[in-house]
């Protein structure tokens, strides 16, 4: 299975503080030693990071009923993949992971330093997003050199794909075990750091918005301005 190679991962204390489920703007003003603890955990952290993208490409055949048909007889069926990849050319399924060394550590600081541990667990969250976004522009990149263009990601969560449907419909098209990734019987991802998204690239694509207007916590996210 095609494994992107070579993303870069930029990630900064504010990125951190983000994944820990705080505001940088508050934390910065209020407790600024969390933001040197950030910053301590990412260049501690980093080098813990496994990063591993693995993804396969679907060419769209035909939709019916709800349901994008894909080449080889397979098919991902769902309101919000057919309304904005219905006019999708292809479609490409990827599973974002940093492994679990990072984890693992978060996991031994916290009889010593649980603040630490939550730094470091923040690291964990900023750079498998951050590793997400590079896949994506690389899938940008590589639809625009073809003069296509692609869609925001779609994930498991998203209004009308619900994390228990989503999950196992991308661990069927993917080849899970690829990227060290296993899909627990309550739908959560082992390594807990990895993401799994959904991608159209086409000649035709039209998707305005951005991916936070699909997500199911857009009504009460702090975080929209900075997606923006």
């Known amino acids: ?8 991962i930029h990630i900064d204390a504010d990125a951190v503080l983000r994944g820990q489920g705080a505001n940088p703007a508050i ?17 501690e952290g980093l080098p813990l990071v496994e990063p591993s993208v693995v993804m396969r490409q679907y060419s769209i055949e035909e939709v019916r009923h709800e349901r994008l048909l894909l080449d080889g007889g397979r098919q991902l069926p769902g309101k919000l993949l057919v309304q904005h990849l219905g006019q999708a050319r292809q479609i490409y399924v990827l599973l974002c992971s940093i492994g679990a060394s990072l984890e693992r550590y978060s996991q031994e600081m916290w009889s010593s330093s649980a603040t630490y541990a939550l730094a470091l667990d923040g690291v964990g969250s900023a750079a498998v997003e951050a590793l997400a976004n590079a896949a994506c522009r690389f899938l940008e990149d590589q639809a625009a050199a073809q003069g296509w263009k692609s869609s925001v990601p779609l994930s498991p969560g998203m209004v009308d794909w619900p ?19 296993d899909l627990t019987q309550s739908f959560i991802m082992v390594p807990r750091k990895s993401l799994t998204m959904v991608v159209g690239v086409g000649p035709d694509l039209e998707m ?13 996210c702090r975080y929209q301005d900075h997606y923006a």
Not at 27 to 43: C, T
Not at 167 to 174: A, D
Not at 208 to 215: E, I, Q
């Open 27 to 43: 934390i910065r003003s209020r407790r600024p030693a969390l933001v040197s603890l950030a910053e301590q955990a990412i260049q």
């Open 208 to 220: 305005g918005g951005r991916t936070c207007d699909f997500c199911s916590l857009r009504e009460v």
């Open 1 to 8: 299975m095609p494994k992107l190679e070579n993303l870069e």
């Open 163 to 181: 994390v228990e449907v989503g999950q196992p419909q991308i661990f069927q098209l993917l080849d899970e075990e690829a990227a060290g990734v």
